[in-house]
């Protein structure tokens, strides 16, 4: 079906799908409104929180599928309500390079970030996604950089690096950006490897 950005509408309604999960921030309008024109229901998701996650899947299983709350979306809610653990530690979160992209204000993923007792040093930026250059990213004096194996794929000998003198630990792209099951188990898994790292 190709990525979010070009979906191959032609083969989604050849599949008679009962349901199509877009979202706003991933998916074009022109590709939902292509759907929905061609008799595909399509789900749209507006998701700036692990609130936002929650409350959406939630009706989603229960309102648009009437199949109740799955077991995982509970766990999940619990895990994610506990408080953040402390002392805060200070965060650059990259999600590109060459153009350097950070996590920004109103992100899931910077809702995340606060749940896990981290301070987003560009949460205050008023982009989602700014472009930073890599001599900013490196003066932000954070405590910690962390590095997702998505979108971008960072990896030990791709992006620790770029940071010397700063502790990097590289995380799960899915358990930071992703909402859906790996929410139940991502809480632990993060601070795992934060702690670790």
């Known amino acids: 079906m190709r990525g979010t950005k070009d979906p191959d509408r032609a083969a989604i309604v050849d599949l008679a799908p009962d349901l199509v999960v877009a979202n706003q921030e991933e998916n074009r309008r022109l590709d939902v409104d292509r759907l929905r024109a061609a008799g595909v229901p399509v789900w ?3 998701i700036e929180s692990v609130n936002d ?3 959406s899947m939630g ?3 229960v309102d648009v599928l009437d199949v109740g709350v799955p077991n995982w979306l509970g766990t999940a809610a619990a895990e994610w309500s506990r408080p953040a653990p402390r002392p805060d530690l200070r965060v650059v979160v990259p999600i590109w390079r060459d153009p350097w992209m950070v996590v920004g204000a109103r992100t899931f993923t910077g809702d995340v970030l606060a749940r896990l007792g981290l301070v987003n040093l560009f949460a205050e ?3 989602r996604y700014p472009h930073v ?3 900013r990213l490196q003066a932000m004096a954070a405590d910690v950089v962390l590095l997702p194996d998505e979108p971008y794929a960072f990896t030990a000998d791709d992006g620790p690096e ?3 003198g700063v502790r990097t630990v590289l995380v799960s792209g899915r358990d930071l950006t992703w909402y859906g099951p790996s929410l139940a188990c991502a809480r632990t898994r993060l601070l795992q490897a934060i702690r670790k790292g």
């Open 59 to 61: 009706r989603l299983f």
């Open 44 to 46: 749209v998701t507006v």
């Open 53 to 55: 996650a929650l409350r």
């Open 162 to 164: 770029a940071f010397p």
């Open 125 to 127: 930026d008023g982009q």
């Open 133 to 135: 250059g890599l001599e």
